[in-house]
């Protein structure tokens, strides 16, 4: 089914026919010009795949300072919020726009005929992940948190998020065989005595596991408290990045905390560092 527009030129229509062909060729629910009260402007294209709403702005030129208002409107969501500025191509654009766009969080559709490139790829933006500088934490931190900074620079904050946890967890790991193995660490069972643990058990820990063995350390240092309060309050986060980010309360609940349960698992790994 074709799409009807309204308000955009003649001489844009056919960049908004396909950029609303390319939302649809990714399951997008496509709706030109759809109006809401609370939105800036109306967008040219509205798309909608659950939970991700999609806006397509189709311009004569990027506008910068309507591209900043759209940017603001997302971030004010509290769900997946996308937004592309889709221009024809041979439009005169700077480096400077495109450096804007993208730390805006917005995306770039640049369309020739029925072909569209997706030269810059949106944020989710109503997701607050800032994150310490990476460049200030010694080489080791750098390599193990990496990945997961590649994936929140790429807008992939789940990914990046669930990246962390499993950093995390591997790194808890290490610290625990090491301690077990020391002679340091003396984990107690759900009986009081002594609990045997091998590198092979330890390796199979879930982070729930892990919480508990750490909350269940005779002697704690200063840095198993540290580790095991992390998973402790990591845990059930962790439960609805792997196993309920399709339901709709696990996902609202991973969006409000997944910026700040990131700097505790950040904190806990630099008190890892520190105690090796």
Known sequence: MALEFKTVPEELLGVAAAAGEWLRDRGYKVTPERYELGYPF???LHGRRAPVTAI???????SEGNMREWAAFGSSRTTDTRIWCAVAEGVRRTGKQDLLLKGLGLG???IDGARVEEMIAPLDLAVNMELPDLKRYPVRL???LGPVYEHRDRGEWREAFEEACLTLEEEARRHLWKGVKSGRIV??????????LTKKTIDRLTMGGLAMRFGQIVKQSHADRVIGDALKELNPHRIDAAHKKKTASGEARLRKNVGAKTWVIIAALKEIQTAT
């Open 42 to 44: 109306t967008p040219t």
């Open 56 to 62: 397509v702005e189709v311009d004569s030129q990027v």
């Open 108 to 110: 770039l559709l640049v």
């Open 142 to 144: 750098q390599r193990a």
């Open 187 to 196: 984990v107690l069972s759900e009986g009081g005595k002594p609990e045997t």
